[in-house]
T-cell receptor
Framework: AQRVTQPEKLLSVFKGAPVELKCNYS??????LFWYVQYSRQRLQLLLR??SRESIKGFTADLNKGETSFHLKKPFAQEEDSAMYYC???????????FGKGTRLHILP | GAVVSQHPSRVICKSGTSVKIECRSL??????MFWYRQFPKQSLMLMAT?????????EQGVEKDKFLINHASLTLSTLTVTSAHPEDSSFYIC?????????FGPGTRLTVL
């Protein structure tokens, strides 16, 4: 069965400290991996996708096929990073995304 | 570019009535749109895949007669909640796909009294 796990429901990090949001997936085939973010009172938006290997707003995510993980990282947290983050694998053939339960990131001043 | 709108943003209806929610891709054509449901403080749950010109594909556990989906054009998909009941109250979100990236609408808050 397709499954994505974000073990932390809430993560509180001090401003300037490193951030790591964990994501593990269980999927048949080779899914494409995404991280989506939802800021307060805004719509869900794409943060980054593994295939592009970009760094967006200082965030990066490395796909580890051996561990089936796609953890999201940022070396120095900023207050504007406070948001809800969703790890989301998708199968290329139909673009259907299954969202994880999400992790609320709270940056402490 | 790649803006998705939803209408209405909020709707309150009486139990037993039907409610239609529209999802539009404003500046691009989308052969595929998705409908999600989000309960308070929970993640998005995929309800169905809306395909232009063909029947929608529903996820397991989602009643297709309850949640009617129509994707009549490349820029519009509609979700109709038929004979709504209080347990259907939720936040409904649509997305449209362009170049394998999903763009999300702002959501529709449905409250059934």
């Amino acid at each position: 069965a397709q499954r994505v796990t974000q073990p932390e429901k809430l993560l509180s990090v001090f401003k300037g400290a490193p951030v790591e949001l964990k994501c593990n997936y269980s999927y048949s085939g080779s899914p494409e991996l995404f991280w989506y973010v939802q800021y307060s009172r805004q719509r869900l938006q794409l943060l980054l996708r593994h295939i592009s290997r970009e760094s967006i707003k200082g965030f990066t995510a490395d796909l580890n096929k051996g561990e089936t993980s796609f953890h999201l990282k940022k070396p120095f947290a900023q207050e504007e990073d406070s948001a809800m983050y969703y790890c989301a694998p998708a199968m290329n053939r139909d673009d259907k995304i299954i969202f994880g339960k999400g992790t609320r990131l709270h940056i402490l001043p | 570019g790649a803006v998705v709108s939803q209408h209405p943003s909020r709707v309150i209806c009486k139990s037993g009535t039907s409610v239609k929610i529209e999802c539009r891709s404003l500046d691009f054509q989308a052969t595929t749109m998705f409908w999600y449901r989000q309960f308070p403080k929970q993640s998005l749950m995929l309800m169905a895949t809306s395909n232009e010109g063909s029947k929608a594909t529903y996820e397991q556990g989602v009643e297709k007669d309850k949640f009617l989906i129509n994707h009549a054009s490349l820029t519009l998909s509609t979700l109709t909640v038929t004979s709504a009941h209080p347990e259907d109250s939720s936040f409904y979100i649509c997305s449209a796909t362009r170049a394998s990236e999903q763009f999300f609408g702002p959501g529709t808050r449905l409250t059934v009294l």
